[in-house]
């Protein structure tokens, strides 16, 4: 474990560097935009990431993103970020993302006494809210957020190689009786370029199952409250899709899950996160590893 430094940045964002296994970490806290912005152009091998999803968890931060009144301002929002991992991914790097999509219910109710929000500390989510979030859309529909996300990028010169789907394993069942439950989530792989570091030999040598993953879900109440996907989840991406030795870059860090197996696989990595508490448990994590 290398020595960390913490500096405060000209943008306010706060940067602490270490290494682990003789391999160099960045921590970033503050928000992705203005982190990513002191990144040099052409510098990570491969992003891999989970933004926070659409009117779903209240990180109580200011600055974060999820909570915005309209789908279109969270699409905004968070491809004013994909920009600038466009500019620092190098040529041939590749940026895996995972998204969930998100009914829009429009009931108006609080649901400041459900366990579950209050934890999330919301009153009225954007998604309870009605007039449609500026889309037109009828209640109780899907939303659509990951393509929507996706098709954004396509228009910003990003290259949707493959929508893979995360089937997640022992996903506890929803509540709901009017459709099917569901069990999956995308992580969409998104070249730079036509041309790209990929490495086809794990998915014929550990059997994996093409484009369709699955993937246990991390058990939850052990973790801070990140969402954090699983391990499993990063490292089939880095086997991939990263070179050895290469850098790993996650923009919405939460918990750290990238940051951690990058650098036990042998990678560099650097993780940005806008809330500080979750950049502290990082970082005592962190000072855990040899
Ligand atoms: C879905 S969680 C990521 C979980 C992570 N993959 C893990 O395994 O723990 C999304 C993260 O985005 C962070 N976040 C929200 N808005 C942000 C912003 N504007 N800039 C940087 N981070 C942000 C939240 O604090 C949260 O940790």
Redesign the pocket.
């Known amino acids: 474990m290398g020595i960390n430094v913490n500096e405060t940045l000209a943008n306010g964002v706060q940067k602490w560097t270490g290494t682990v296994n003789q391999k160099a970490w960045t921590l970033l806290c503050?928000?992705?935009?203005?982190?990513l912005s002191g990144l040099e152009d052409e510098s990570v091998n491969c992003i891999i990431?989970?933004?926070?999803?659409y009117s779903l968890?209240d990180?109580g931060?200011d600055?974060?993103?999820?909570l915005e009144d309209t789908v279109s301002a969270y699409v905004a929002?968070l491809c004013e970020?994909m920009d600038q991992l466009y500019r620092v991914l190098k040529k041939d790097g590749l940026l895996f993302l995972?998204m969930g999509d998100t009914y829009y219910s429009g009931k108006g109710a609080s649901h400041g006494t459900d366990s579950k929000s209050r934890k999330r500390r919301f009153g009225l989510r954007p998604v309870d809210k009605s007039g449609g979030l500026g889309e037109n859309i009828e209640r109780k529909s899907i939303i659509g957020i990951p393509w929507r996300v996706a098709i954004e990028m396509t228009s910003r010169r990003w290259v949707l190689r493959s929508p893979i789907i995360w089937r997640r394993d022992k996903t506890l069942p929803e509540a709901v009786q009017d459709r099917p439950h569901r069990s999956y989530e995308y992580i969409f792989m998104f070249a730079k370029n036509r041309k790209y570091y990929f490495n086809r030999a794990p998915l014929l040598e550990q059997q994996m199952d093409e484009d369709v993953w699955t993937i246990t879900v991390?058990p939850s109440g052990t973790?801070?409250e990140?969402?954090?996907?699983p391990d499993e989840l990063?490292s089939r991406c880095l086997d991939i899709g990263c070179p050895e030795g290469g850098v790993v870059l996650?923009?919405?860090?939460?918990?750290?899950?990238?940051m951690n197996v990058a650098l036990q696989s042998g990678r560099s990595a650097i993780g940005?996160?806008?809330?500080p508490s979750?950049c502290h448990y990082i970082l005592e994590h962190l000072e855990d590893q040899k």
């Not at 503050?30 to 982190?35: V, Y």
């Not at 990431?49 to 999803?53: D, E, F, I, L, Q």
């Open positions: 503050g928000n992705a935009a203005d982190a990431t989970s933004p926070p999803y968890r990180y931060v600055g974060q993103i999820g929002s970020v995972n991390r973790e801070i990140t969402a954090p996907y990063v996650d923009p919405f860090v939460g918990s750290g899950t990238t940005i996160d806008i809330s979750f």
